[in-house]
């Protein structure tokens, strides 16, 4: 079983919209990044969040570390947010994986 | 300012052939991962370098081998290639810890006949 869960897994809205992308995960983490990867595979991280709110441009995350849960908000989507948005988070039982754990990303597509 | 860099960007291998990966980052980083992208999967850790002459196993090191060849330089060699080593490969820097922003480089896309 996964342990970081993202949802939806794929999402079409259109320009203008306010979008929500979900992640959730099974256990205790000191850290939650959200990364996009672009349509040409390039990925570039958007936030790191240990607790609270963080806003960049049109892109808000929050976190909710008693419910394990995070979300990423876009707002006034525009075509050019079309991405695959993964959460990755920093286990605190890493199995040895001294690393990320990473989410299998959520497909946006934003139609003008 | 390059950034982290990787090289091939795409290479066919057929089963069996040895080949490196190369990765390069210019931030003066400590911390250096490989990654593999599978469709369908989350990227997964195959190795991970905490600093210059150290490294440690991820969640997929079997059939890889990784050298931290200087602060800058992380390169994964892939010594008899299969099939389902068939991904694409990313390579990673953080300043000190995972938990830190990871940058990446453009990926390799490899593909093993």
Known sequence: ?112 | NAGVTQTPKFQVLKTGQSMTLQCAQDMNHNSMYWYRQDPGMGLRLIYYSASEGTTDKGEVPNGYNVSRLNKREFSLRLESAAPSQTSVYFCASSEFQPTDTQYFGPGTRLTVL
């Open chain 1, 1 to 112: 079983k996964n342990e970081v869960e993202q949802s939806p897994q794929n999402l079409t809205a259109q320009e203008g919209e306010f979008i929500t992308i979900n992640c959730s995960y099974s256990v205790g983490i000191s850290a939650l990044h959200w990364l996009q990867q672009h349509p040409g595979g390039g990925i570039v991280s958007l936030f790191m969040l240990s607790s609270g709110k963080k806003k960049h441009g049109r892109l808000i995350a929050t976190i909710n570390i008693q419910e394990k849960h995070s979300s990423l908000h876009i707002t006034a989507s525009h075509p050019r947010d079309s991405a695959v948005y993964i959460c990755a988070v920093y286990l605190y039982s890493g199995g040895g994986a001294d690393g990320l754990t990473f989410g299998k990303g959520t497909h946006l597509i934003i139609q003008p």
